[in-house]
């Protein structure tokens, strides 16, 4: 069946190191995904998107990397700030299924001063 | 600039009273999304509106309901809220299936 799952669920960085949150799935015909950030008691906040026919997508200061060879993408966030403490959620859009967004568990990021 | 609008942000109510909770949206999107998100879990969608069609999800118990009287405003009805239903209600629109969903800021329910 389909899931998105995450690797670890939380990660501590020191300000101004770069972070890197990893999501595999498990559904090979899946080809939109989405990273969400979710700061306490907000609603999930839209990072950045990538579509199979991409490898790589870029937007400030986030980098996000595809591979359908293994299932496997993830989310790179250069030089974290304290401002980037909070939960991350890799999730698929499952368009065939009403656009439902499938989520994984959520990483949670703390940044130490 | 607020896109996605929930009301309230936090809701108590009392075991089996009846509450609902609303949405609205100035984007002008075709679909609007009902998530549950119980604390230190992921959402997960209720059911969604694509435009006036009403797509509900197979595990989604009977209690909820939802309606959509026009393109901006969606609600979401629980009939008799039970202690297991205490969580944060998310709303999300898009302009179609293929599309980017963008959120609300969350209605937090308490059931006393």
């Known amino acids: 069946g389909e899931s998105v799952g995450l690797h670890l669920p939380t990660l501590s960085v020191q300000e101004g190191d770069n972070s890197i949150i990893n999501c595999a799935y498990s559904?090979?015909?899946?080809?939109?995904f989405i990273w969400y950030k979710q700061e306490s008691g907000k609603g999930p906040q839209f990072i950045i998107d990538i579509r199979s026919n991409m490898d790589k997508r870029q937007g400030q200061r986030v980098t996000v990397l595809l591979n359908k060879t293994v299932k496997h993408l993830s989310l790179q966030i250069a030089a974290t700030q304290p401002g980037d403490s909070a939960v991350y959620f890799c999730a698929e859009n499952t368009y065939n299924q009403g656009g439902k967004l499938i989520f994984g568990q959520g990483t949670e990021l703390s940044v130490k001063p | 600039d607020a896109m996605v609008i929930q009301n309230p942000r936090y809701q108590v109510t009392q075991f089996g009273k009846p509450v609902t909770l609303s949405c609205s949206q100035t984007?002008?999107?075709?679909?609007m999304y009902w998530y549950q998100q119980k604390s230190s879990q992921a959402p997960k969608l209720l059911f969604h509106y694509y435009d006036k069609d009403f797509n509900n999800e197979a595990d989604t118990p009977d209690n909820f309901q939802s309606r959509r009287p026009n393109t901006s405003f969606c609600f979401l009805d629980i009939r008799s809220p039970g202690l297991g239903d205490a969580a944060m209600y998310l709303c999300a629109t898009s302009r179609s299936y293929t599309d980017t969903q963008y959120f609300g800021p969350g209605t937090r329910l308490t059931v006393l």
């Open positions: 559904n090979s015909a899946s080809d939109y």
């Open positions: 984007l002008n999107h075709n679909v």
